[in-house]
């Protein structure tokens, strides 16, 4: 495939909002992961200004709190150069229930992502929609050498997080993160399919306005789907009921796979 080709590939034109449907001047362009995360696909002209603040809010969310540190310790993509952090403050804990709260520089931060285990999309186990919250582990992934590293720096110390709130209370990054994962999955769907043939499912978990996000998103395990390759990031599949779906390799390697049920058959036309 010529370079050529690859970059039109990156750069499919829309020329309608993907997720209200607007058609009209202010259209911009929308990456399907975020450039924050390292995304370079696009669709020209696809995101109206209001849903472009609603994306950017939720991805700005996931980049900044969940994974803020791991960017800059990795130069990660920004926009912000000049704003990207040099040092985080962590809180080491000691059995007393006192704490000391000191600055790591960057460097010496340890590579450590936070990661959401989510049970199967419910659509996939026979499951009715529902507004409640699906069950959510986090699991914290990460160099063991540099955490010990960190650790050492007060041995007495039963434990040590990052001082951010959602480092204390993991599961605030479940909501944006969720829906970046619809989002990431839908856009995918609008460079692939015919929409004229597929119905879009994913508009009302990332626009806010539906709450059955463990209906069409969640992880990969007990649904039978094969992982991807390390070097694959989105990779789509049939079920059995023939919608569209997609498993999500994010941040390829370091991260589970997640599963996402983008579109289903659209009704045959009445004559």
């Known amino acids: 495939m010529s370079g050529k ?7 499919k034109r829309v020329a309608t909002c993907i997720y209200c449907g607007f058609v009209g001047p202010g259209l911009s362009k ?7 995360l390292g995304g370079t696909e696009e669709l020209l002209y696809a995101s109206c200004h209001s849903c472009r603040d ?13 994974y803020g540190a791991y960017r800059s310790r990795h130069l990660f993509p ?10 985080f ?3 080491y804990v000691f059995p007393d229930d006192s704490f000391i709260d000191e600055r790591l520089p960057i460097e010496q931060y340890p590579s450590v992502l936070l990661a959401l285990r989510l049970p199967p999309p419910g659509i996939m186990t026979g499951q009715s929609p529902t507004s409640a919250r699906p069950a959510i582990e986090v699991d914290v992934i990460g160099d063991g050498e540099e955490i010990r590293k960190v650790q050492q720096r007060h041995p007495a110390a039963v434990g040590w997080y990052l001082t ?9 990054m479940a909501w944006p993160f969720v829906r970046m994962l619809a989002k990431i999955a839908h856009v995918w769907l609008h460079k692939i399919v015919r929409l004229e ?3 879009p499912l994913l508009n009302g978990i990332i626009l806010g306005t539906d709450q059955n996000i463990s209906y069409l998103v969640g992880g990969i395990d007990g649904t039978k789907l094969s992982p991807p390759n390390a070097n694959e990031v989105v990779v789509p599949f ?19 796979p997640y599963v996402v049920i983008a579109a289903r058959p659209r009704p045959p036309a009445q004559a």
């Open 78 to 87: 920004t926009r912000r150069p000049n704003e990207r952090q040099s040092d």
């Open 164 to 172: 951010d709130a959602w480092a204390q209370n993991p599961e605030l």
């Open 197 to 199: 043939v597929h119905e």
């Open 238 to 256: 049939i079920t059995a009921d023939s919608e569209m779906g997609f498993v999500l390799n994010l941040l390829p390697g370091r991260l589970p």
């Open 89 to 91: 403050e962590v809180r």
């Open 5 to 11: 080709h690859q970059r039109r590939n990156r750069r």
């Open 54 to 66: 609603v994306t950017s809010n939720f991805e700005a969310d996931v980049a900044r709190h969940a």
């Open 30 to 36: 929308e990456h399907v992961v975020a450039h924050a």
